[in-house]
C-alpha cells in the first residue's frame, strides 16, 4: 500500500541552525501539506502546496519557513534559524484532491530545538 | 476564528464497554474527517463524512454527521484495548484542516 514517508524520523539541533524536513508524498498525490503538533497540543495547518507553488499558509509558515518540491518526488520543509518554540512534530501529508477529502500523514519527523 | 471542539477530552473504559465521543464546531463545516493518532505517529484517517444527517460504519465504529453539518460523533461498540489511541476530528476549510484537541481514549483489558 502506497505511503507518504518522512526524514528523519527525530532531529535535534541547535537553536538558530537550518533544518530541512524531507517527505516523500504519494506518487500520484498533487496536494502536498505540512502539519506540525506541538507536544500536547494540537494539530495545526503550516502549508498547502499545489502545481510547484504554496496554495495556502497559516500565521505560523513566516519568512523562516520555506517548502520545496526540487525533484518531483520530495517536498521539503526547510526551517531557516530555528527556535526553540519550533519544536514539534512535523507532519506531511498529501492527497489526490484539493478539498483535503482524503489526506494520507506520513509518520512525523520529531525536531528538537535546543 | 472556526474552532473545532471535542469532548470528553480523556476517557478510560473496560474492554467490552460503548462509548461515544462528539466533535462540534460554531460553524458549518463542508465535510468533517475522523483520524485515529497513536503516540510518535501521524493521523490515520477513519472516515469522511459530508452529507448532514450521513452514518458511516467502520467495523465495530460508527460516524454519525449531525444535520446541520456542525456536529458529529463517533461511537464504538464493545471497545478492545486495540482501540485505544487519540482521535481527533478535523474540518475542511479553504483547503487546509482545521483539528480539534482530539479524545485521548484507553480501553483497559
Known amino acids: 500500500e502506497p505511503e507518504v514517508t518522512q526524514t528523519p524520523s527525530h532531529q535535534v539541533t541547535q537553536m538558530g541552525q537550518e533544518v530541512i524536513l524531507r517527505c516523500v508524498p504519494i506518487s500520484n498525490h498533487l496536494y502536498f501539506y505540512w502539519y506540525r503538533q506541538i507536544l500536547g497540543q494540537k494539530v495545526e495547518f503550516l502549508v498547502s502546496f499545489y502545481n510547484n507553488e504554496i496554495s495556502e499558509k497559516s500565521e505560523i509558515f513566516d519568512d523562516q519557513f520555506s517548502v520545496e518540491r526540487p525533484d518531483g518526488s520530495n517536498f521539503t520543509l526547510k526551517i531557516r534559524s530555528t527556535k526553540l518554540e519550533d519544536s514539534a512534530m512535523y507532519f506531511c501529508a498529501s492527497g489526490r484532491a484539493g478539498n483535503t477529502g482524503e489526506l494520507f500523514f506520513g509518520e512525523g519527523s520529531r525536531l528538537t530545538v535546543l | 476564528t472556526q474552532l473545532l471542539e471535542q469532548s470528553p477530552q480523556f476517557l478510560s473504559i473496560q474492554e467490552g464497554e460503548n462509548l461515544t465521543v462528539y466533535c462540534n464546531s460554531s460553524s458549518v463545516f463542508s465535510s468533517l474527517q475522523w483520524y485515529r493518532q497513536e503516540p510518535g505517529e501521524g493521523p490515520v484517517l477513519l472516515v469522511t463524512v459530508v452529507t448532514g444527517g450521513e452514518v458511516k460504519k467502520l467495523k465495530r465504529l460508527t460516524f454519525q454527521f449531525g444535520d446541520a453539518r456542525k456536529d458529529s460523533s463517533l461511537h464504538i461498540t464493545a471497545a478492545q484495548p486495540g482501540d485505544t489511541g487519540l482521535y481527533l476530528c478535523?474540518?475542511?476549510?479553504?483547503?487546509?484542516?482545521?483539528w480539534g484537541a482530539g479524545t485521548k481514549l484507553i480501553i483497559k483489558p
Open positions: 478535523a474540518m475542511d476549510s479553504n483547503y487546509q484542516l482545521i
